[in-house]
């Protein structure tokens, strides 16, 4: 699986000829983009996690102690004034009703209680959250046209008492800011949430009043609790509404927080009930301003209201966001879902059908073969390599090493072998396509095998890759490739991925006639199939994929022998996979791209484009693209929303996988000793590979070209031998 470069050479690096000053610039970009990006949507995240705080609706806490709530203040009105270090209480006068609505305003029963309130002719006083008014300003905004009262509800609804005082302060802030913004008023009336009547008003919810105080607000409590939280029905709740002989009265009433019809079924009677008793309807400043000094909101200024829309703003993309990884979750499931499905149908039906006793190509292939090993400073793993081609069970093998200009000593390990059945050829350097391309022309035999210099055979590999050459329909067959140095942890989940995700995947794609990709570690052709297709290209990084695609669309089949066995030599440190795989994705997409005339084709090329480019887009490209989402969703749920049930979700998709493994490892008769690493591979690999991908599809939307890069051989699999 060698590196190779594209243009010209300096020492033992890879490289694709790329202006410095560009690639630098266009690389950083990238990365900084990325980079402001993560940290855009983490932001976004907290801010629709901090938005979205749940709460439950409005009652009665538990009371504590009462030593330092002034007498005065338990036995006063519902009022409670602590501006400028004073200590006032206020009652509402006789035959008078201040209605107040708590938790609001909500899209569905807000407008609703608005309806009944102008159909009567009745203001009240809504205590609106300023995370629900961010997100429905309007309503807050026709509040005030329409002649009402706003107040603060604290931004989340959380217990105020329980908060740390900065925290109080910003509750408070943040929830003046939106209706600034929404209706342009500076509110000074608060009721803090589960709060009651002042009765029940204890020393840690009277530090919180004094500290609103000192922020200029004044905190509204009830004296007559309308229990409509309780969903107790319309009938009660109007009991529960109506006070005592002529009293006045601040009823507690919500157009949030849950099912509110029986609160507007409510209203609408009792409002005409108590205007005939002779009772009158206001707002809090309309019952308590003639004694209370600065009760009615002030105009807010044009920094209030700039501020208030950043705020709002940030919550509506906010939950944007938030919706739209849902959307892509469910995307991604659906997804998931099906190609496991479909994977397992389809890999099931190959095995079998491979498997039954009266399969068979044809009659057995015994033509010869000449195999094509492109080197260039292979000479650490070149002799095991070729010695294994050399001494393979079929008769007639040529092994034809293409040395492309190696400064190691490739071509001189390969000659010191003395192999009767192998050839050295030294071609001016050009990069493994053109290595290939010289191999194919001066290769003796039709029958062609391509296998990179860090791989190894089984000896009977090379006969069994070549038997489904028996139908003369086949022009092209994919190995069985998998990871030889599986001794670190990095290489066993490159074998975990090598099974699952290529093998099983082979499958898949050899039953639906589309097999993307020969691998370049074990590949057999048809000179004629690889001639028919214009031989290898330089024009993309994954000239395998390019070639396959291309003998696809000149009308040969594309299949898959899983019983020729090859193992290779996979990156073993994370540096050297970014690279690897880096080069693979965008390959691929350059691939894609290049053969999208198959799309609108006639013929083979029609039937390939149509039914096998949008099956590798979508899930060689798009799903693992958004496949990510799944694990920003776990941590989300982890941190803000259901431990458990996000626990449970992300453990469902990791027993899928399990699955998915088991049966990929059966197919293939290995071990599953290496799947006690599949959890933490699911927790770092994939990582990896989501920003391998995502940096190649930046790349490839950006035009950028690829990197320098540089694979060292660590000969593990060749000293194995």
Request: net charge positive.
């Given at each position: 699986m060698g590196i190779w470069r594209?243009?010209?050479?300096?020492?033992?690096?890879?490289?694709?000829?790329?202006?410095e000053p560009r690639r630098s610039r266009f690389s950083g970009r990238r990365w900084i983009i990325a980079g402001v990006a993560t940290l855009v949507l983490a932001n976004l995240l907290a801010i629709g996690a901090y938005a979205n705080s749940r709460f439950a609706p409005d009652n009665e806490n538990q009371m504590g102690r009462q030593g330092t709530v002034p007498a005065a203040v338990r036995e006063g009105g519902p009022v409670v004034d602590t501006r400028d270090g004073r200590v006032a209480s206020h009652r509402p006068p006789d035959r008078t009703i201040v209605l107040t609505f708590d938790d609001g305003p909500d899209p569905l029963w807000?407008?609703?209680?608005?309806?009944?309130?102008?159909?009567?002719?009745?203001?009240?006083?809504?205590?609106?959250?300023?995370?629900?008014?961010?997100?429905?300003?309007?309503?807050?905004?026709?509040?005030?046209?329409?002649?009402?009262?706003?107040?603060?509800?604290?931004?989340?609804?959380?217990?105020?008492?329980?908060?740390?005082?900065?925290?109080?302060?910003?509750?408070?802030?943040?929830?003046?800011?939106?209706?600034?913004?929404?209706?342009?008023?500076?509110?000074?009336?608060?009721?803090?949430?589960?709060?009651?009547?002042?009765?029940?008003?204890?020393?840690?919810?009277?530090?919180?009043?004094?500290?609103?105080?000192?922020?200029?607000?004044?905190?509204?409590?009830?004296?007559?609790d309308s229990r409509d939280w309780a969903r107790p029905g319309v009938d009660a709740i109007i009991r529960s509404s109506t006070p005592d002989?002529?009293?006045?009265?601040?009823?507690?009433?919500?157009?949030?927080?849950?099912?509110?019809?029986?609160?507007?079924?409510?209203?609408?009677?009792?409002?005409?009930?108590?205007?005939?008793?002779?009772?009158?309807f206001t707002t809090v400043e309309g019952a308590f301003g003639g004694g209370t000094p600065a009760l009615a909101a002030a105009k807010a200024s044009r920094s209030d209201q700039i501020r208030g829309g950043l705020l709002v703003w940030a919550v509506k993309i906010a939950d944007g966001t938030s919706r739209l990884l849902w959307v892509l979750l469910l995307l991604v499931g659906v997804l998931t879902l099906a190609r496991t499905l479909v994977l397992f149908g389809f890999a099931l039906r190959h095995a079998r059908r491979r498997r039954a006793r009266t399969w068979s190509w044809g009659p057995e292939v015994n033509e010869p073969v000449t195999v094509i090993v492109p080197a260039y400073n292979e000479k650490r793993t070149i002799g095991a390599a070729v010695r294994t081609l050399a001494s393979g069970d079929h008769p007639g093998i040529e092994v034809l090493v293409i040395d492309d200009e190696s400064d190691d000593g490739t071509a001189d390990e390969v000659e010191s072998l003395g192999l009767p059945n192998v050839r050295v050829v030294r071609v001016p350097g050009g990069g493994k396509a053109a290595a290939l391309n010289a191999g194919v022309a001066l290769a003796r035999h039709d029958l062609l095998v391509m296998v990179d210099a860090d791989t190894v055979v089984a000896p009977d590999s090379i006969h069994k890759l070549v038997q489904p050459f028996a139908d003369p329909a086949v022009g092209a067959v994919a190995g069985n490739v998998k990871v030889g140095n599986r001794r670190r942890i990095i290489g066993r989940w490159q074998h975990i991925e090598y099974v699952i995700g290529f093998n099983l995947d082979r499958r898949l794609y050899d039953t639906l006639h589309c097999m993307p990709t020969i691998p370049g570690a074990l590949g057999a052709f048809r000179r004629q199939a690889v001639r028919d297709a214009g031989g290898l290209s330089r024009a993309t990084l994954a000239e395998d994929t390019d070639l396959t695609m291309a003998i696809h669309r000149a009308g040969w089949r594309v299949v898959y022998e899983e019983t020729a066995i090859a193992r290779t030599e996979a990156p073993n440190t994370l540096g050297q996979l970014w690279r690897q795989r880096y080069r693979w994705s965008y390959g691929t997409m350059q691939a894609m791209w290049r053969h999208r005339r198959a799309l609108v084709e006639s013929g083979a090329s029609g039937r390939f484009g149509r039914r096998g480019l949008p099956f590798i887009a979508l899930f060689s490209v798009v799903l693992p693209l958004f496949a990510p989402v799944l694990d920003i969703v776990a941590v989300y749920g982890v941190f803000f929303l259901d431990r458990f049930e996000a626990l449970i979700a992300w453990l469902a998709v990791l027993v899928i996988q399990v699955v998915t493994a088991i049966l990929a490892f059966r197919l293939d008769r290995e071990p599953l000793r290496p799947l006690w690493a599949l959890p933490l591979q699911q927790l770092v690999y994939r990582q990896v590979m989501y920003l391998v991908l995502v940096h190649a599809a930046a790349t490839a939307l950006t035009g950028g070209l690829l990197k320098w890069q540089h694979l060292r051989r660590s000969g593990e699999v060749a000293e194995a031998t």
């Amino acid at each position: 699986m060698g590196i190779w470069r594209q243009g010209q050479r300096i020492g033992d690096t890879q490289h694709i000829v790329t202006p410095e000053p560009r690639r630098s610039r266009f690389s950083g970009r990238r990365w900084i983009i990325a980079g402001v990006a993560t940290l855009v949507l983490a932001n976004l995240l907290a801010i629709g996690a901090y938005a979205n705080s749940r709460f439950a609706p409005d009652n009665e806490n538990q009371m504590g102690r009462q030593g330092t709530v002034p007498a005065a203040v338990r036995e006063g009105g519902p009022v409670v004034d602590t501006r400028d270090g004073r200590v006032a209480s206020h009652r509402p006068p006789d035959r008078t009703i201040v209605l107040t609505f708590d938790d609001g305003p909500d899209p569905l029963w807000t407008p609703q209680v608005l309806d009944v309130l102008h159909r009567h002719g009745v203001p009240a006083t809504f205590f609106v959250v300023g995370s629900q008014t961010s997100r429905h300003p309007e309503f807050v905004e026709r509040m005030v046209r329409e002649g009402h009262e706003v107040g603060a509800h604290t931004f989340t609804h959380p217990d105020l008492a329980g908060l740390a005082g900065w925290r109080q302060r910003l509750e408070l802030s943040q929830t003046r800011s939106a209706i600034a913004y929404a209706a342009g008023i500076n509110t000074p009336l608060l009721r803090l949430p589960y709060s009651s009547g002042v009765d029940s008003l204890d020393d840690q919810h009277w530090s919180v009043v004094r500290a609103a105080g000192d922020e200029g607000m004044v905190s509204v409590f009830d004296d007559t609790d309308s229990r409509d939280w309780a969903r107790p029905g319309v009938d009660a709740i109007i009991r529960s509404s109506t006070p005592d002989g002529n009293r006045g009265a601040v009823v507690l009433l919500h157009d949030a927080g849950g099912e509110r019809s029986q609160t507007v079924a409510a209203l609408d009677r009792f409002i005409p009930r108590m205007k005939e008793r002779g009772y009158r309807f206001t707002t809090v400043e309309g019952a308590f301003g003639g004694g209370t000094p600065a009760l009615a909101a002030a105009k807010a200024s044009r920094s209030d209201q700039i501020r208030g829309g950043l705020l709002v703003w940030a919550v509506k993309i906010a939950d944007g966001t938030s919706r739209l990884l849902w959307v892509l979750l469910l995307l991604v499931g659906v997804l998931t879902l099906a190609r496991t499905l479909v994977l397992f149908g389809f890999a099931l039906r190959h095995a079998r059908r491979r498997r039954a006793r009266t399969w068979s190509w044809g009659p057995e292939v015994n033509e010869p073969v000449t195999v094509i090993v492109p080197a260039y400073n292979e000479k650490r793993t070149i002799g095991a390599a070729v010695r294994t081609l050399a001494s393979g069970d079929h008769p007639g093998i040529e092994v034809l090493v293409i040395d492309d200009e190696s400064d190691d000593g490739t071509a001189d390990e390969v000659e010191s072998l003395g192999l009767p059945n192998v050839r050295v050829v030294r071609v001016p350097g050009g990069g493994k396509a053109a290595a290939l391309n010289a191999g194919v022309a001066l290769a003796r035999h039709d029958l062609l095998v391509m296998v990179d210099a860090d791989t190894v055979v089984a000896p009977d590999s090379i006969h069994k890759l070549v038997q489904p050459f028996a139908d003369p329909a086949v022009g092209a067959v994919a190995g069985n490739v998998k990871v030889g140095n599986r001794r670190r942890i990095i290489g066993r989940w490159q074998h975990i991925e090598y099974v699952i995700g290529f093998n099983l995947d082979r499958r898949l794609y050899d039953t639906l006639h589309c097999m993307p990709t020969i691998p370049g570690a074990l590949g057999a052709f048809r000179r004629q199939a690889v001639r028919d297709a214009g031989g290898l290209s330089r024009a993309t990084l994954a000239e395998d994929t390019d070639l396959t695609m291309a003998i696809h669309r000149a009308g040969w089949r594309v299949v898959y022998e899983e019983t020729a066995i090859a193992r290779t030599e996979a990156p073993n440190t994370l540096g050297q996979l970014w690279r690897q795989r880096y080069r693979w994705s965008y390959g691929t997409m350059q691939a894609m791209w290049r053969h999208r005339r198959a799309l609108v084709e006639s013929g083979a090329s029609g039937r390939f484009g149509r039914r096998g480019l949008p099956f590798i887009a979508l899930f060689s490209v798009v799903l693992p693209l958004f496949a990510p989402v799944l694990d920003i969703v776990a941590v989300y749920g982890v941190f803000f929303l259901d431990r458990f049930e996000a626990l449970i979700a992300w453990l469902a998709v990791l027993v899928i996988q399990v699955v998915t493994a088991i049966l990929a490892f059966r197919l293939d008769r290995e071990p599953l000793r290496p799947l006690w690493a599949l959890p933490l591979q699911q927790l770092v690999y994939r990582q990896v590979m989501y920003l391998v991908l995502v940096h190649a599809a930046a790349t490839a939307l950006t035009g950028g070209l690829l990197k320098w890069q540089h694979l060292r051989r660590s000969g593990e699999v060749a000293e194995a031998t």
